[in-house]
């Protein structure tokens, strides 16, 4: 049986951009499979009791996140600019990647959005950005939208929401293993995959 | 001129503990100097309007880190074992560090101390057991302890806490480069030590 491993991902979370561009690859050096678990941490928040991300509650933890986030994404060629607002809200691309097979099309679709939100600086309540990005991926985007729209895609990324709260994930990204081990962070991708490999 | 970090940590952190094991190793084989920087991370917990540890005021969170800590000491060879209570109160042990000189010689008690506190199950609060431990140091601990508790060596540990607060430091550990960049936690090391080569 191939090593597994799942990567959690909020699309607002600025630590999720640079393991959404770089988990693949290294998971497939190393002959692990990825399944793609778009969930919506605002919810994890509101239940924790923040009223916003940590990093807007703490600013001196925010000022020290731009910094760190200038320097990741330099040291691995990503682009790179602070959203505004920060977050955003990732309700309706987040309803986009669930409607998406995970069999790559949706990795595909979510590493291109990080990169239209954290690169180039596109909303990510742009709508028609985002039909505009599914155009470029091949998909025809009414359709997925109204996929996406339907009540059963709402349901099912309501479920995988709360599956991220039973399983006891406070943080994005979150990788966890088929042994239930878990990772939290851009930090922890290299562990995560080892761990994989190893147990 | 040597290039150089420094090391901020706090005694009751657990992830300042295999910091302070791997720091020296690691910032030798590259020539980096580290200098050890102790201050008491509850005093900017509590400014941040904490009332403990976010591991003990995010259980979920606080869940994850033991396990985290246990999987971390386990891959760098370290014993673990988890303090009761946590976290521990490190004033004492602190006042002891800051009483040595940074020579090599505050950076050996630290991590002795550590390793009492996380691998043996000492109390940090255990005078007589930090009395033993200067002693296998080869300190003469009455020495020792009247200058820690002297008011000049108090008014040093919280004029260096201050400059925590005043340089943006919200946890530990942190290491600070010469040119005032910050890396924060266990996991950064290696970031911090190169960014101190490059730069």
Not at 6 to 23: D, G, K, L, N, Q
Not at 57 to 84: I, N, S, T
Not at 106 to 135: H, K, P
């Amino acid at each position: 049986m191939p090593k597994a491993i799942e990567f959690w991902y909020e699309f607002a979370s600025t630590y999720s951009y640079p393991a959404a561009m770089r988990i693949e690859e290294l998971a497939a050096a190393k002959g692990v499979q990825v399944a793609w678990k778009p969930f919506l941490l605002g919810v994890i928040f509101r239940n924790m009791g923040f009223e916003s991300t940590p990093f807007n509650e703490q600013p001196v933890k925010g000022a020290y996140m731009w910094r760190d986030m200038e320097r990741l994404c330099e040291k691995f060629g990503l682009g790179f600019q602070r959203p505004d607002p920060f977050p955003q809200s990732s309700m309706f691309g987040t309803r986009i990647a669930s409607a998406l097979p995970d069999d790559g099309t949706r990795a595909a679709f979510s590493r291109a959005l990080y990169a239209r939100q954290f690169a180039d600086g596109m909303g990510l309540s742009d709508q028609e950005g985002i039909a505009a990005l599914l155009a470029d991926l091949g998909h025809d985007p009414a359709k997925v939208i109204e996929t996406a729209l339907s009540q059963d895609n709402k349901d099912a990324l309501r479920a995988r929401t709360q599956q991220a709260v039973e399983l006891g994930i406070f943080g994005a990204p979150m990788i966890r293993t088929s042994d239930g081990e878990m990772f939290w962070g851009h930090d922890r991708l290299e562990d995560a995959v080892q761990w994989a490999v190893d147990h």
